[in-house]
């Protein structure tokens, strides 16, 4: 499997973190790519350029086959992605607060644990970017063709806030900050930083620096099979046992035991361009 990581173009940064390129490919003879996935403090669109994969909900016990291209909320649960034996695809991952400047739409109510077709949004748009993605010649050419895509709809983002310059800090830190400092540095009450944050984020504050600290705990298991995770916790900030087994058992629905034993037999990893 493929997975490239491009910085995005320095005009769409305020808004998107990363653009992924994803290429995996399979014999039509063997069994399809699963990938376990966390749920991660970032909004996506994703725009699957062939054939796109079937998601299971663990936590809900469902499975469902995404839309040739998904804008995709907040998710609080972990995920498995069931791959078609030639999958390329092309992720951008958004800014905390991306998701909302770019479509205006409050986080909270329509995106939360949700993969949207961009239809919904964007019309006949993303067809007519997905028909160039088929076309394109190199993995840079397919970002140049999503840029341009994002430097259109860019002249339309929301105003940024105070809080839209604290947001990628939250991310820096690895989740350790505390509440009444975001209030503070975003120049707003604590409860105009609850609204601020479930319109623009779609989860209240807490909860936020809760899946931040969670989802850098998962990342370290997953590029360091080496490091316990009693290590683990100690360097994302868990001084409590407890704290840590309750935010396992909430995002991804399990123990760290079990999640241990999955990446221990993950065939591949879906690289996150997340910088924690």
């Not at 019309?123 to 088929?134: A, C």
């Not at 975001?182 to 989860?203: D, K, N, T, W």
């Not at 998962?218 to 316990?228: C, I, T, V």
Request: hydrophobic letters at 40%.
């Amino acid at each position: 499997m493929l997975c490239k990581v491009f910085e995005p173009h320095p005009a769409l940064k305020e808004f998107v973190n990363h653009i992924i390129v994803y290429d995996v490919t399979v014999s039509a003879f063997a069994e399809p790519l699963v990938c376990s996935f966390p749920p991660l403090p970032e909004n996506f669109l994703y725009i699957y350029v062939f054939e796109p994969p079937t998601v299971g909900f663990l936590s809900q016990n469902r499975t469902e086959t995404m839309s040739d291209s998904v804008v995709i909320g907040q998710q609080t649960n972990r995920i498995q992605l069931t791959m078609p034996h030639h999958n390329v695809s092309v992720r951008i991952g958004f800014q905390p607060a991306g998701l909302y400047r770019l479509l205006g739409v409050p986080m909270h109510r329509h995106f939360l644990d949700k993969n949207i077709d961009t239809a919904e949004f964007f019309k006949d748009e993303i067809k007519e970017v997905r028909e160039q993605l088929q076309e394109a010649v190199s993995y840079r050419h397919m970002v140049s063709v999503v840029e341009a895509f994002l430097m259109k709809k860019s002249r339309r983002l929301k105003p940024k806030l105070p809080i839209d310059h604290v947001l990628p800090s939250i991310l820096y830190n690895g989740g350790l900050t505390k509440v009444e400092d975001i209030a503070h540095q975003s120049c707003v009450s604590f409860r105009q930083l609850e609204r601020q944050f479930h319109q623009r984020v779609g989860v209240s504050p807490k909860f936020f620096l809760r899946l931040v600290r969670f989802a850098k705990a998962w990342m370290l298991r997953e590029s360091n099979l080496g490091l316990s995770w009693t290590r683990i916790a100690y360097q994302c900030g868990y001084f409590d046992q407890m704290h840590f087994i309750r935010d396992f058992k909430e995002f991804a629905g399990a123990s760290p035991s079990v999640i241990e034993a999955d990446i221990n037999e993950a065939t591949a990893f879906m690289k996150t361009g997340l910088k924690l």
